[in-house]
């Protein structure tokens, strides 16, 4: 939840042109260093994000490769499951990394002139206080069993009645289509949340 927020934050700062930083040049020597503080107090969050941008199409390429498999000869099915997943873990393993160092480079330039241009030396000196405060840490730590807590919820009152819906979806595009339907995936999926593409280790 908390995370989703931050991240979503974080993108619309991407936004922002690398030559508005040159355009700050009035930017008090404090205001600077609370942005940076900011910006090193969001690094998680930051990191998170960039490897999002790189297992985006990651996760959808194995989306797609699912029920592609089962055109596979079932001898062979496992195997080529495995290899498929092994390519898409190295892909992941080679490339996150390098491109969150980037990213972390390119956050002054980027988030650092939306903060800068959005908030007063006053309001960064408060947000600098949140971010710090145990509560702000305490909330970023309870986030994750919060989402977890309330899709779990969601699912198992929803789930069910879903899946029909789903199911039937697809059977009238596959006879639209002229195809067999075949087994209809769970609209509500089989976990709380998805199972994103692994983050390298440090």
């Known amino acids: 939840m908390l995370k989703s927020v931050q991240a979503g934050a974080i993108a619309a700062a991407l936004l922002v042109s690398p030559l508005a930083w040159a355009q700050k040049a009035d930017s008090t020597p404090a205001k600077k260093d609370l942005i940076a503080r900011i910006l090193k107090l969001q690094q998680p969050a930051i990191e998170a994000l960039t490897v999002g ?31 498929i997943d092994a390519d898409l873990r190295k892909f992941m393993e080679d490339n996150a990394q390098p491109l969150v160092e980037k990213g972390v480079k390119l956050a002054p330039s980027t988030m650092g002139v939306a903060l800068d241009e959005k908030f007063t030396e006053d309001e960064l000196r408060q947000l600098v206080a949140w971010l710090e405060s145990p509560v702000s840490k305490k909330f970023a730590e309870a986030a994750q069993d919060l989402q977890t807590t309330y899709t779990k919820k969601l699912i198992d009152d929803n789930g069910k009645q879903l899946d029909e819906k789903f199911t039937a979806l697809q059977q009238s595009v596959a006879k639209q289509l002229g ?24």
Do not use: F, M, Y
Request: zero cysteines.
């Open 179 to 202: 195809v067999d339907a075949g087994p209809a995936p769970a609209a509500s999926g089989a976990k709380p949340a998805p199972k994103a593409a692994p983050t390298p280790k440090k």
């Open 53 to 83: 941008v790189l297992s985006r199409p990651v996760n959808e390429l194995a989306a797609k490769a699912a029920p592609a498999l089962r055109n596979v000869p079932e001898s062979k099915r496992e195997a080529t499951a495995k290899q």
